[in-house]
């Protein structure tokens, strides 16, 4: 089980109690959440954050195995609004053009 | 002309996974997304519209073809969270006047079923951002004293409660045996626990 919180994501074992500390890129403003749940898809956890150097929301993914975190960038992420996963893809909901919602989706 | 846009570019961390593909689906005709699930052969977005200009609606997309169906009906007025299925899509709305109701959609006929929400089973909640769970036949709730389970078969509606839950549900998840929850352990503090 995945937990996001102040310290990171925290990777919990329901059977042992067992947490592991992830780190996520210091620009990532995961103690608020932007909307929804995280999503998962080919081994990556995907959610939205506020990023605050760049003054918008994105996207991040961390990689469930390598457990490495980074912020997926494109052109096409910008004010990430919500994420979801099916088929081995992500979806995001966000605006890359002021006032004009796109689905992208990540594979 | 092609609805879709294709952009390769790797993540910002060289120590991220892969190099992932975006592909983006224009014209959805969607103003204000407030809920998005993917399931099958379809995403589902939820949209507020553009107030008294552009009523509420839900949309479909195809993701082989990027061809969008628009769900319009009497019961959407500002739909937000979703759950969706190979069979159905299951929608959080409420309206102008913070009446809840959950509403089933068939993924194929898009017909739209209401499911009413009782506002003491709704009282204090915004489902515009936390989630509802779809899981071992029910959609799952969280309501400001427990959580509320709907029937997908029979749309039957309860609401489970206990000691442990002692104020609004935060996230909701599921495995194949037990539902997780976040939950208040103290009403005078921000701390959460979870609980399954």
Redesign the interface.
């Known amino acids: 089980m995945w937990v996001q919180n102040k310290r990171g994501i925290q990777k919990v074992n329901p059977s042992t109690g067992a947490v592991t500390t992830i780190e996520v890129p210091g620009d990532a403003q995961i103690t608020i959440p932007v909307n929804g749940q995280p999503a998962v898809a080919n081994g990556i956890i995907y959610f939205c954050a506020g990023l605050v150097a760049q003054s918008h929301t994105g996207v991040v993914g961390i990689g469930i195995h390598t457990g490495i975190a980074g912020i997926v960038s494109s052109p096409l992420i910008y004010q990430a609004h919500f994420v979801s996963a099916a088929n081995g893809f992500a979806w995001v909901v966000n605006y890359p053009v002021p006032g004009k919602p796109l689905l992208v989706r990540i594979s | 002309m092609s609805a879709f846009?294709f952009?390769s570019?790797?993540?910002?961390?060289a120590?991220?996974?892969?190099a992932?593909?975006?592909?983006?689906?224009?014209h959805?005709g969607?103003?204000?997304?407030s809920?998005?699930?993917?399931?099958?052969k379809y995403?589902w977005?939820s949209d507020w519209g553009r107030g008294f200009k552009k009523r509420g609606q839900i949309v479909r997309?195809d993701?082989s073809t990027g061809a969008t169906r628009t769900v319009s009906n009497r019961f959407i007025s500002l739909p937000s969270?979703i759950a969706a299925s190979d069979r159905y899509a299951w929608v959080m709305n409420k309206t102008y006047k913070e009446v809840w109701s959950l509403l089933r959609i068939d993924t194929t006929t898009l017909s739209v079923t209401r499911v009413k929400i009782s506002a003491a089973e709704s009282a204090g909640i915004g489902y515009?951002?936390d989630?509802i769970v779809l899981a071992g036949g029910y959609v799952w709730i969280p309501g400001p004293q427990g959580i509320i389970r709907v029937s997908t078969s029979t749309l039957v509606t309860s609401t489970i409660k206990s000691r442990l839950i002692a104020g609004p549900l935060f996230?909701v998840?599921a495995?194949a045996h037990y539902l997780?929850m976040n939950v208040p352990v103290s009403s005078n503090g921000p701390l959460y626990t979870?609980w399954?």
């Open positions: 846009a952009v570019l790797s993540v910002t961390s120590r991220a996974q892969g992932p593909t975006f592909t983006a689906y224009s959805t969607v103003a204000t997304p809920g998005l699930a993917a399931a099958g995403v977005i997309v993701i969270v515009e951002g989630p996230h998840v495995d997780w979870s399954r």
